[in-house]
């Protein structure tokens, strides 16, 4: 169960949102119940002893750290540290009557929602097993190929082919040995050599690749980490740690193996992702019922009226991984064949006059919050590019696909820093790139919510890429 950091995390707020829930139905059924044929529990009495039952559920857990990184370790330690806190409330309890000398019904309803609580637990540890080993897992179950077959190589493969519910080990790719599809060791085979790994990965749906070579070290790895990007496909380092450690590297450890990265992504780190959904689903219910709900009436009878169409433009554009997705917004120009293939440029024919003024207030991009509620977008991401403008740009701009390990956003660090808009030349395209990576590589909340505000400014401010 602890083997991934991100398991670890999600399991433990999973168990704590779950936790205070059947711990407040617990009283609730108890006391519903139980207040039905006993007039001396008041409402006053009840909110005190609900008080009671949530303060000694929450110490008992702390004391017996039933929700720390250790105890998720191993599903085991959850049972044994949850049995220890439910032992611990019991003697809270007994210390209570004591101490209140309460009367019979009172004892009796206390021991009553312990009781229920107590059978709650069980069911809860049951099902949330269940869901954790069988369903989450197999929902983020990972293919893994390895390249360089070598001691930490067959190593690793020991490691991934011990973890089946959460990696698929899918072969070595090492240019040592001539032979294709050779078993080693009885964990795994010598696919091929190490050029052919990332048409291997792209054919089989591999999403990360572990070298135990370094780039510094063979030519092919380092054409490897180059295609890698252009295919959005993670290349990992797993080096030996005898040896000396370039300071350019990220280090992080899968199990006891040291795992080495080009490039630090904060968004690969489960708890950061969570918060970042949290943050987008919040912003964008916010923003659907106190501004959308009456905008959008509004500007369906503007565009109406100017022209002949829909109110919505929905396009297919590149999202997180390189997966295509329906893009929406409101239509700012007339109904054309060209707008899957041109962008939009300065004084455009088919720009009507609402959708100028959408277009430069940035309005036009409003109905992507629905976007983000759907797990298309975030708010904050490199923008989306229509699937001609992808396919075109990868093939010239070295590093282009690595923004697309992120999902696309509204509003974007290369746009806040004046990167929107037509892309008259390469040149702009590659600084659009560069900011997206920057931003990508330094992601955190408070950058997010900074880019929020300066593209807030922007709008009122007026942009001359805003078109």
């Known amino acids: 169960m602890g083997h991934n950091k991100s398991y670890s995390y ?186 052919q790994c990332i048409d291997f990965a792209v054919e089989n749906n591999i999403q990360e690749i572990y070298s135990t070579i370094l780039p510094e070290d063979h030519d092919d790895v380092n054409r490897l980490v180059e295609i890698a990007d252009r295919n959005c496909v993670r290349v990992k380092f797993v080096p030996d740690m005898n040896t000396q450690v370039d300071n350019g590297y990220r280090v992080h450890y899968l199990g006891q193996f040291p795992v080495m990265t080009l490039r630090h992504e904060p968004l690969q ?3 950061n992702r969570v918060k970042k959904r949290f943050f987008d689903i919040v912003l964008s219910l916010g923003i659907m019922i106190f501004i959308l709900s009456w905008l959008v009436p509004l500007l369906a009878i503007l565009i109406k009226l100017e022209s002949k169409g829909p109110v919505f433009f929905k396009q297919l554009r590149s999202g997180r991984d390189n997966k295509p997705f329906w893009c929406y917004k409101f239509r700012s120009m007339k109904v054309n064949s060209n707008s899957d293939t041109l962008q939009a440029t300065k004084s455009d024919a088919r720009i009507t006059k609402i959708g100028a003024f959408l ?17 298309d977008m975030s708010i904050v991401g490199p923008r989306p590019h229509m699937l001609k403008h992808t ?31 037509e892309t008259k030349n390469i040149e702009q395209m590659e600084k659009r790139v560069e900011y997206d990576i920057w931003y990508m590589e330094r992601w955190s909340s408070m950058l997010d919510i900074r880019i929020i505000f300066m593209t807030i400014i922007n709008i009122f401010r007026g942009e001359e890429q805003a078109f």
């Open 10 to 195: 999600f399991h433990r707020m999973f168990f704590m949102v779950s936790d205070f829930f059947i711990v407040n139905l617990s009283f609730f059924t108890c006391y519903s119940v139980y207040s039905l044929s006993n007039s001396s529990i008041t409402s006053q009495m009840g909110l005190k002893y609900l008080i009671l039952f949530n303060l000694t559920w929450l110490v008992s857990a702390a004391l017996m750290r039933l929700y720390a990184v250790v105890t998720f370790e191993k599903i085991e330690e959850v049972y044994r540290q949850s049995g220890k806190t439910l032992l611990m409330q019991a003697l809270f309890f007994v210390i209570a009557l004591l101490v209140m000398g309460k009367g019979d019904n009172e004892k009796k309803f206390l021991i009553f929602c312990y009781s229920i609580l107590t059978v709650l637990v069980v069911i809860s540890r049951f099902f949330l097993t269940y869901i954790s080993e069988f369903i989450i897992k197999s929902k983020m179950h990972k293919k893994i190929a390895i390249v360089g077959y070598n001691e930490t190589g067959v190593e690793l493969a020991k490691y991934f082919t011990g973890n089946t519910n959460i990696y698929s080990f899918e072969g070595f790719f090492d240019n040592g040995n001539d032979g294709h599809h050779l078993a080693v060791n009885g964990y795994g085979q010598i696919v091929g050599p190490i050029e």
């Open 269 to 271: 780190d489960i708890s």
């Open 359 to 375: 277009r430069k207030t940035s309005l036009d991009e409003f109905p992507q919050f629905l976007n983000v509620l759907k797990g």
């Open 391 to 421: 396919e075109k740009y990868s093939a010239i701009i070295n590093q282009f696909m690595v923004r697309q390990f992120l999902k696309p956003g509204v509003t974007g660090w290369a746009q806040v820093n004046g990167y929107r808009g």
